[in-house]
């Protein structure tokens, strides 16, 4: 079946450091991939997406690019900040499937210090 | 609504007892799921919703669970007989329709604890 495996935490930075959080999946068919933030307190929130091969997700200074050929979709900052400490999640859904449910990892918690 | 609004946010209960969660959805969004997020695991599908129906119950993970909506916008998720491994934080979201691209709203949960 499908799933979502990313790399576990906690994560910890210091401010200005380069992140990268790995996300590999495994899934029939061409699935649209996601990252996912939730801050403290917060719900979870879209970060970005991406729907097809060699699409470049990006947001708020995050980017993911969506690795067909390595079934990867790796969020990276080139330089985090205090506000981002957050869980980030890694999501794929099922494009054409029966199902219209999103597929999440586990979650990584980043704590990036000042 | 502005956003996705659960509640409540926080319940403790005894084992045995039977629960009833809240989702308020975006107004005008079709399509709601619950999920169920552990210590320490992701996020787990439970149910969706399209409209006051229920297609895919695939996640709801034993028959002490149950969903429904109605007019299209509220759900309550209920658990009965609850047990210490059904605390968890219960995630409620919505999207304007089904298509599985589209972006999902999060609501901030209800934290479950069952003693």
């Known amino acids: 079946g499908n799933s979502v495996t990313q790399m576990e935490g906690p994560v910890t930075l210091s401010e200005e450091a380069f992140l990268t959080i790995n996300c590999t999946y495994t899934?029939?068919?061409?699935?649209?991939l996601f990252w996912y933030v939730q801050y403290p307190g917060e719900g979870l929130q879209l970060l970005l997406k991406?729907?097809?091969?060699?699409d470049k997700g990006s947001n708020k200074g995050f980017e993911a690019t969506y690795r067909k050929e390595t079934t990867s979709f790796h969020l990276e900052k080139g330089s985090v900040q205090v506000s981002d400490s957050a869980v980030y999640f890694c999501?794929?859904?099922?494009?054409?499937?029966?199902?219209?449910?999103?597929?999440f990892g586990k979650g990584t918690k980043l704590s990036v210090k000042p | 609504g502005a956003g996705v609004s659960q509640s409540p946010s926080n319940k403790v209960t005894e084992k045995g007892k039977d629960v009833e969660l809240r989702c308020d959805p975006i107004?005008?969004?079709?399509?709601l799921y619950w999920y169920r997020q552990s210590l320490g695991q992701g996020l787990e599908f439970l149910i969706y919703?399209?409209?006051?129906?229920?297609?895919?119950k695939s996640g709801l993970p034993s028959d002490r669970f149950s969903a429904e909506r109605t007019g299209g916008s509220v759900s309550t998720l209920t658990i009965q007989r609850t047990q210490q491994e059904d605390s968890a934080v219960y995630l409620c979201?919505?999207?304007?329709?089904?298509?599985?691209?589209?972006?999902?709203?999060f609501g901030s949960g209800t934290q479950l604890s069952v003693l």
């Open positions: 899934a029939t068919g061409y699935p649209s």
């Open positions: 919703f399209q409209g006051n129906s229920a297609p895919d």
């Open positions: 107004s005008g969004h079709t399509a």
């Open positions: 979201a919505s999207s304007l329709a089904r298509r599985t691209n589209e972006k999902l709203f």
């Open positions: 991406a729907t097809k091969a060699d």
């Open positions: 999501a794929l859904s099922d494009n054409g499937g029966s199902q219209g449910n999103l597929i």
